[in-house]
């Protein structure tokens, strides 16, 4: 299971079947799958579907998909993950925003709440966000967390469609992560 991590506005937790209604609002439109690398959901089942996968993952491997929900009133309004993860070493950070609520910070907060889990707790040595090349709202949110762009994968994605996409790749590393954030050692 995940930890509850707690920020300003937010409040990061394990994924609920109670959050459905929530996630089908955002899954369903063609504004935020799509840009992140998955279909859109076509039905709450499919829905269903995804929260029970994302619940088995967090329970099998104590990582997993986040929900991002509201302090003021438990609304899940989108999820984060640190994935493709190996102990020690290093992650992938993933993210998905309702639209609703893009433009306000929010994945921003959570996702340095979620830096601080990966080089605090989890010890890691490295954190990338991969995203497609012209994803100028992911890319803005990897510039404030302090992440360096190390380069262009030409062809790098294969998108659900068949579309192929050069992938933009962001990185932090823990010296990094110490310096910006707060030291642990002499960083
Ligand atoms: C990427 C995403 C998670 C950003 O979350 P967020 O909490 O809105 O992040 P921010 O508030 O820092 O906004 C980031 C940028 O988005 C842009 N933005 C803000 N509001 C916007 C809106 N209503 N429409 C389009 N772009 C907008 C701005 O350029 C902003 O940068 P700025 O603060 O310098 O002006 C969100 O846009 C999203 O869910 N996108 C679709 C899924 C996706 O791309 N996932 C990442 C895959 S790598």
């Known amino acids: 299971m995940l ?17 459905v209604h929530d996630m ?11 840009l992140a690398g998955w279909a ?6 499919e829905t269903i579907g995804v929260i029970s996968m994302f619940q088995a993952q967090a329970y099998k491997t104590g990582l997993g998909v986040f929900a991002i929900t509201l302090k003021e009133n438990n609304k899940m309004i989108g999820t984060i993950e640190l994935f493709n993860h190996y102990a020690n070493f ?10 609703a609520y893009w433009g306000m910070g929010i994945v921003p907060e959570a996702a340095t709440a979620l830096l ?11 954190i990338e966000i991969n995203l497609f090349v012209d994803n100028y709202q992911s890319e803005r949110v990897c510039q404030k967390l302090g992440l360096k762009l190390e380069g262009i994968i ?3 994605y294969m998108r ?8 933009k790749k962001y990185s932090i590393t823990d010296i990094e992560f110490f310096k910006i ?3 642990k050692q002499a960083a």
């Open 24 to 34: 089908y609002e955002y899954a369903s439109t063609d504004k935020v799958g799509p």
């Open 116 to 126: 601080h889990w990966g080089f605090k707790e989890l010890n890691l040595k490295r």
């Open 181 to 183: 954030y707060g030291n």
């Open 160 to 167: 659900y469609d068949g579309k192929i996409f050069d992938e």
């Open 154 to 156: 030409r062809n790098g």
């Open 90 to 99: 290093k992650a992938e950070m993933g993210y998905a925003l309702n639209p």
């Open 3 to 19: 930890p509850v991590i707690e920020t300003q506005r937010l409040i990061l937790r394990n994924i609920s079947i109670k959050d």
């Open 40 to 45: 859109p959901h076509l039905n709450i089942h």
